[in-house]
């Protein structure tokens, strides 16, 4: 509640924050408007990466952009686990049988018990997903 606080003693018309920052202030903004305190406009402030002579030759090493470094983790990870990999890795086929079962099993719960459909609704979900 700080900015809150902080933005009813000293109102400003602009934030200048980070990413971090500027995340945390956009989840306060319902309760700006709850309190009817103007939320001041967001500006992202410029960053800069300082990288060592070390952690460059890894990153080279590695062959990875900087851009790499800055993208989702779990992206970058299967990205290049499938540029190493000598193994197709591609499961959408066993993902289309995987759900052409839970629609077989979909219909025999309709036509027994109906109470069973939201527990299959959250296995297929937690399947496939997996």
Not at 31 to 45: G, N, T, Y
Not at 85 to 99: A, I, M, R
Not at 114 to 119: P, V, W, Y
Request: with cysteine; aromatic share 10%.
């Amino acid at each position: 509640m700080r900015p809150l606080y902080q933005e009813i003693i000293l109102p400003n018309l602009c934030y200048v924050g980070g990413g971090g920052e500027l995340a945390y202030w956009l989840e306060l903004k319902s309760s700006f408007k709850e309190v009817k305190v103007p939320f001041p406009v967001l500006l992202l402030r410029n960053s800069v990466l300082l990288v060592t002579e070390k952690q460059n030759k890894k990153r080279e090493k590695l062959n990875l952009s900087f851009s790499d470094l800055f993208e989702k983790q779990s992206h970058l990870i299967n990205r290049k686990a499938t540029e190493f990999s000598q193994t197709n890795v591609d499961f959408s086929g066993l993902k289309q049988q995987l759900e052409q079962q839970f629609d077989i099993l979909k219909k025999a719960v309709l036509k027994t018990d109906k109470s069973f459909a939201g527990a299959v609704n959250a296995q297929e979900r937690k399947q496939i997903k997996g």
